[in-house]
């Protein structure tokens, strides 16, 4: 792998970087270095995961050197190294302020946090495909990780919690047992292990994978985690997380704003409370059951020790008092008529919750008596042990009280400053859950009248970030694809970002389409606005929008709306005035549900659906801010374009939208001249604009992908709204005039853009071909088939194609990349370690990608095979079939096997099973073998096919007929039976109307698709009229690079040398046709 060296630090990386890819590099070993924070953009697909995990444990391992070499050299008192100075070793060796590195116990942990355990999935795979191995733990809750039967099957992770804190503490989780004797084995300590890894490993040795993960973590260099178990003060006690010293990464960090503001709010509803009080009653009576039964005390004194419950019935009853009184205060707060609620300082809540003996003195006991009953009744089943309102007391008691006296100063000074960060409101309880959901039992308390919901409402996502600084740690780094506009971003977080970047992308200018379309194909102008998006004159002309713009884009079309009414409200309106029908005749729609629930299941169908051969794609309406408008993959067809139908501003009359932006402008206003604050109306118009960036982000996934966006809102043409844009998008923005020139130049970008994809992949297939053959100056891999020269190189190609597709299958975009460079750079330097050091991560550690790298033989050049099967054995256990023979140059070989009638025998590997070659087999379903598309005979008394097999004249049409044969069988297998229907009437059309536009343009529309259906276009030519054959052959070169000169060698067809044209296939020569 290339090592390079920036800012003196050597990183290796496992290809050559982009220049933006060592632009983001530098930054991040910049923050290392001078301990500073930093907000980093790079838009998806730029590899920013793989450039954080190779800078962050390259400059660990510098730290790790540097303290090495200041030890030998303290030691040797400089003898060993004395040409070489002390500084040269990096900061670490010559830091004033050494002594937070002076030994290797202080090197920095890396702590990696992203949205989900699925987004650290990836990055966990990414870390596999480099060269570093560092000890490595990934947290997660005990939902994901516990494999106790009993506790596994709690409905609710607060019972899981405390139904597995009991059986630890009575040591009865034989899996928990386990975990101390086997934690530090080395097959359970080494490896890379992401959450479904340790799950595995967890039921693979007996022991519990939850506390393995606690345990893995302090040895660990690198911890994995998602980020509200860094932001939430209560999690990270729970997973007793030590933030000193440490190096904290953001990835996915557009979410951390609304993550830091959430983790420190809450919404305590009437509910909460009635089902709190209604679970300390239940216990109150069975105590008090207990109690009277003197005979019986001494054995419920023995089963509570066991249960975890030792408290008195006069504690049980103080806190069913306390309830009662926050419950009390919170009904006595006058609210005004119109259902508004009221707003109050931060501070009230104090105020509040005193009422109820709620304070910073009692709080400690409080949350110990909830713990103990909630613990008490874990494990049971029942309606009134739903101890969901209590731990929601708990963690809000936690949430008011999360900053002790001791470290914010008397608790009279805590008010002013929470005053600021947060506000109360308190308004009427609007849902219908408590009605709808509770059941007779339920009808106690608050239920007999409407109550009120009790909001605190944290406004200011500096407040969890400042509380990160003072935990102590070194270094903050955030970074996302969608952070702009960066400033501004940096300015919420309230703490110095003195490191700021905007990167680039990777990508050229002619894979990226950006058009703002502000009227549509009527002339009407396209608008959300609150006051016209609803009108039947936007909606009818934005539906005329999206009918024109997926006729010429292609595969996949993702459309956002700014919200689920919107959506659902438009769809409503199509299908009332048939606009749903016609789309739908175009591609299929499909529909993002407002539950998680069916997700999957939709979005497996609409993948299904764009890859199905033949089909024309589908169509994905989403919502901004929703489920897929992250986190979920549209790469290369899956998303070709991407449609924003509007801003997606926050509901403006929301309480909370409201108080967020009085907030913002008085902070503003106390900040004076300084304006360390967004306004209220900048915040706002930002929410938009992040939630588009983060829609638009769908559309190009990999350096190789291409796409357009269609930006579908009068607005988009403002100045100011073009500037909230991404760095890399705005450059490739057009406003247009008018509807048709968008269709015109959409159809021009896609023509060139799939060119120039279909260029590239076989570029980048044709790197495994010998030096000499690449002198010859063939640019492309041409396959050819027929009765020639090339069934044994069309087997071999074809295994390589097939093998490409595996692979890219098999690997993410970077891991590609890596896989495609290593290719690259074999073939130039003849390097054999290097490729082995290049491949090993990739295929070798994870079992199932072992047959990739036993395939990868063929690309193996004679005099390393038996190398390469030595290695192949060593790290997999099996070889590759390696023969004696194969080490020898190709010609002098052995020659391939030759089956009886003196062909050579096609690769076994690739051959269909019996079912599907008698399928293809032209001799029972193309026409009994003989060809669909030969000539007729002619009125006029042209002999029929056997008299001309005598005469030479028409040797080619001999050739011919197998070929056609064998063509069509090979099109029906890679086009399915719809393409191949297309194909044969196209065909038809041709012979009937000599049209060479149109034939080539369905033919290259059917087989440019995919890089491996390629050859059908080349092998088209038999079909091609001789006068057509020279601008077939410039299409062809146009479509996939020429071929080298004098090897257009494909079997003659039927009209080769002949005027003769394919006859309507369903008039061919005699016998059953198709």
């Given amino acids: 792998m290339p090592k390079i060296t920036l800012n003196g630090v050597t990183v290796d990386f496992p290809f050559q970087p982009y220049k933006c890819q060592e632009e983001y590099m530098t930054k991040v070993l910049e923050c290392l270095q001078k301990k500073v924070n930093g907000v980093l953009e790079s838009p998806t697909g730029t590899g920013k995961t793989l450039c954080l995990l190779c800078t962050t444990l390259a400059w660990r391992e510098h730290l790790h050197d540097a303290i090495s070499a200041r030890k030998i050299a303290a030691r040797a008192q400089g003898e060993l190294f004395p040409d070489r100075a002390l500084s040269s070793w990096g900061n670490a060796a010559s830091d004033g302020d050494g002594d937070n590195t002076a030994c290797y116990t202080d090197i920095p942990k890396i702590i990696y946090a992203s949205r989900t355990h699925s987004q650290l999935t990836q990055v966990i795979s990414e870390l596999r495909n480099t060269s570093y191995r560092p000890r490595v733990c990934v947290l997660g809750s005990r939902e994901q990780l516990c494999i106790h039967p009993e506790v596994k099957k709690q409905e609710s992770n607060h019972m899981q919690i405390h139904l597995c804190r009991k059986k630890v503490a009575s040591r009865s989780c034989h899996f928990y047992n386990n975990v101390e004797e086997k934690s530090l084995e080395q097959e359970l300590a080494a490896p890379i292990l992401d959450i479904e890894d340790l799950v595995k490993s967890g039921n693979r040795h007996k022991l519990c994978p939850y506390y393995l993960s606690r345990n893995l973590k302090q040895q660990a260099d690198i911890i994995f985690m998602p980020y509200n178990y860094l932001l939430d003060a209560k999690s990270r006690r729970a997973h007793s997380i030590d933030l000193k010293g440490t190096v904290v990464i953001f990835d996915e960090a557009h979410n951390v704003e609304k993550m830091c503001e959430e983790s420190a709010s809450f919404d305590l509803t009437p509910h909460d409370v009635a089902s709190g009080l209604d679970v300390i009653d239940q216990v109150l009576e069975e105590q008090t059951k207990v109690a009277q039964q003197g005979d019986l005390l001494l054995e419920f004194s023995a089963d509570s020790s066991s249960s975890g419950l030792n408290m008195e019935l006069e504690d049980i009853a103080k806190l069913k008092m306390i309830l009662l009184r926050l419950e009390g205060a919170i009904d006595a707060v006058e609210l005004p008529g119109d259902d508004n609620g009221v707003t109050k300082p931060g501070s009230y809540i104090f105020e509040l919750f005193a009422e109820a003996q ?211 409200k438009s769809l409503e309106f199509w299908r009332a005035q048939d606009f749903a029908r016609k789309l739908e005749a175009l591609k299929p729609v499909f529909v993002e549900p407002r539950s998680k629930g069916g997700l999957s299941e939709v979005m497996d169908a609409y993948y299904s659906t764009v890859a199905s051969p033949g089909a024309s794609g589908a169509v994905f309406l989403a919502v901004c801010r929703g489920k897929v408008s992250e986190g979920l993959d549209f790469a290369d067809t899956n998303g070709r374009g991407v449609i924003v139908t509007g801003l997606p501003y926050p509901p403006r009359m929301d309480p ?419």
Avoid at 694 to 703: E, K, L
Avoid at 728 to 739: L, N
Avoid at 780 to 800: H, N, Y
Avoid at 919 to 944: F, K
Wanted: proline share 8%.
């Fill in 358 to 568: 709620i304070t910073f003195q009692t709080k400690g006991c409080i949350l110990d008596s909830l713990d103990q009953i909630i613990q008490h009744l874990a494990g049971r089943a029942g309606l009134f042990t739903n101890t969901a309102g209590l731990q929601k007391l708990a963690d809000i008691i936690q949430i008011v009280f999360s900053m002790d006296p001791a470290e914010g100063g008397p608790s009279s000074m805590v008010g002013p400053g929470v005053s600021q960060s947060y506000k109360v409101h308190i308004h009427p309880d609007t849902s219908h859950r408590r009605t709808a959901q509770r059941s007779d039992a339920w009808s106690t308390s608050a239920a007999r009248k409407q109550g009120k919901v009790l909001s605190y409402w944290c406004f200011s996502p500096g407040h969890s970030m400042r509380e990160l600084v003072r935990q102590g740690v070194r270094t903050l780094i955030l970074t996302s694809g969608t952070l702009a506009p960066v400033s501004s971003f940096a300015l919420e977080m309230q703490i110095p970002f003195p490191v700021c970047l905007e990167n680039p992308h990777v990508i050229d200018k002619h894979q990226i389409w950006v058009g703002v379309v502000p009227k549509g194909p009527d002339g009407a102008q396209l608008s959300s606005a609150f006051d016209k998006r609803f009108s039947d004159t936007c909606l009818a002309s934005l539906g005329k929008a999206l009918g024109n713009i997926a006729r010429v884009v292609p595969h996949g079309l993702l459309v956002f709306f700014p919200s689920y009414p919107v959506m659902e």
């Fill in 656 to 1074: 909370r939208v409201v108080l967020k932006m009085q907030f913002l402008d008085e902070m503003k206003g106390q900040g004076g001249a300084r304006g360390q604050f967004l306004s209220g109306r900048d915040w706002y118009r930002q929410q938009a604009s992040r939630a588009v960036n983060q829609a638009i982000g769908r559309v190009i996934r990999h350096r190789h992908d291409y796409g357009a966006v269609f930006l579908c809102d009068h607005r988009f043409s403002y100045a100011d709204a073009r500037a909230q844009l991404p760095s890399w998008v705005r450059p490739h923005v057009k406003v247009y005039d008018g509807f048709g020139h968008v269709i015109r130049d959409v159809a021009q970008f896609f023509r060139i853009a799939q060119k120039t994809a279909h260029r590239s992949t076989l570029s980048l297939l044709s790197e495994k071909r010998p030096l000499d053959e690449q002198r010859g100056g063939r640019k492309k891999i041409r396959l050819v088939s027929g009765q020639q020269e090339g069934p044994a190189a069309s087997a071999q190609a074809g295994r390589a194609k097939l093998f490409m597709v595996a692979v890219k299958q098999a690997l993410s975009q970077a891991s590609f990349d890596t896989f495609a460079r290593a290719l690259q750079d074999y073939k130039g330097s003849d390097d054999f370690e290097a490729l082995v050091a290049c491949l090993h991560p990739l295929f070798a550690e994870d079992p199932k990608k072992h047959s990739l790298l036993q395939g990868f033989y063929q690309f193996v050049r004679p005099h390393h095979k038996q190398r390469f099967e030595e290695v192949c054995i060593q790290l997999t256990g099996q070889g590759c079939g390696y023969q004696p023979e194969h080490s020898l140059p190709q010609r002098q070989g052995a020659p391939p096997a030759l089956d009886p009638s003196g062909r050579r025998e096609f690769d076994p590997k690739l051959t269909l099973s019996q079912g599907a070659a008698r399928q293809l087999d032209p001799g029972e379903h193309l026409n009994q073998g003989r060809p669909h598309l030969t000539s007729r005979p002619s009125s006029a008394g042209v002999s029929s096919s056997r008299p001309q097999e005598k005469s030479g004249a028409p040797r080619a049409e001999r050739q011919g007929q197998p070929a056609v044969s064998a063509y069509l069988a090979d099109a029906r297998r890679a086009l399915g039976s719809a393409g191949c229907s297309r194909l044969l009437a196209a065909l038809t059309t041709y012979k009937r109307d000599d049209d060479f536009e149109k034939v080539v343009a369905v033919v290259a529309a059917l087989t440019t698709e995919r890089p491996e259906d390629l050859p059908l276009l080349q092998r088209f030519s038999m079909f091609v009229r001789p006068h057509h054959k020279q601008r077939f052959r410039q299409t062809c070169a146009a479509l996939t690079g020429p071929p080298v000169p004098g090897t257009d060698t494909e079997p003659p067809g039927p009209w080769e040398g002949s005027p003769a044209v394919p006859p309507d296939p369903t008039h061919g020569a005699p016998g059953p046709g198709l």
